[in-house]
């Protein structure tokens, strides 16, 4: 079993149209939580940085953390078209930084 | 703002050639991350490098080596290449006083 477990999807929604990305972990250890969002072929562009329970908004993105579940979750709000990509969580995992990657979810907008 | 800068984009070489991957990060960043991104996969954290030493290593082959420079870019080498080794190839910067890290657009290497 991966450490970080995320759906693949994809995950289909009309436009405007609430976003729910979830990602679960199983090392209680994990403190400090990102969501990127990967368009084809390009880098992971961070969206979301967390580091405590509850929630965290930013424009259209609410990131909401509960370490008690270990669960991890990040809403997009008035979805559009463009923000059709994979988004991916992450978690530091050990004192140097590393990141653990979730499988990613596909996300498609559509009009 | 400035974002991490990695060179080459693209990259095509032969079975058994050797491939030097160059990032430079976000000025005022003093740590570099190395992942390697294979079709439909996850990043793999490769190597890292604080304040121009190695300061964590992932799943990084003995084929491949790093190294951080006195102005904090810096290249992965890679030798004697496999067909396996085609993938995209990131870069990540961060500050050691946050854990936020800042990826580049990533290196695309082909191995024929």
């Known amino acids: 079993q991966k450490e970080v477990e995320q759906d693949p999807g994809p995950l289909s929604v009309p436009e405007g149209a609430i976003v729910s990305l979830n990602c679960t972990y199983s090392?209680?250890?994990?403190?400090?939580f990102m969501w990127y969002r990967q368009y084809s072929r390009k880098g992971p562009e961070l969206l979301m940085y967390?580091?405590?329970?509850g929630n965290k908004e930013d424009g259209r993105f609410t990131a909401q953390v509960d370490k008690s579940s270990k669960y991890i979750s990040l809403f997009i709000r008035d979805s559009q078209p463009s923000d059709s990509a994979t988004y991916l969580c992450?978690?530091?995992?050990?004192?140097?930084?590393?990141?653990?990657f979730g499988a990613g979810t596909q996300v498609v907008v559509t009009p | 703002a400035a974002g991490v800068i990695q060179s080459p984009r693209h990259l095509i070489k032969e079975k058994r050639e050797t491939a030097t991957l160059k990032c430079y990060p976000i000025?005022?960043?003093?740590?570099v991350y190395w992942y390697q991104q294979g079709p439909g996969q996850d990043p793999q954290f490769l190597i890292s490098?604080?304040?121009?030493?190695?300061?964590d290593k992932g799943s990084i082959p003995d084929r491949f080596s790093a190294q951080q420079f006195s102005d904090y870019h810096s290249e992965l080498n890679m030798s004697s290449l496999e067909l396996g080794d085609s993938a995209l190839y990131f870069c990540?910067?961060?500050?050691?006083?946050?854990?936020?890290?800042?990826f580049g657009p990533g290196t695309r290497l082909t191995v024929l």
């Open positions: 490098f604080y304040e121009k030493m190695q300061s």
């Open positions: 967390t580091y405590s329970s």
């Open positions: 992450a978690m530091v995992v050990d004192s140097w930084g590393k990141l653990q």
């Open positions: 090392n209680s250890a994990f403190q400090y």
């Open positions: 990540a910067s961060s500050s050691s006083d946050r854990n936020e890290q800042f």
């Open positions: 000025p005022r960043h003093d740590t």
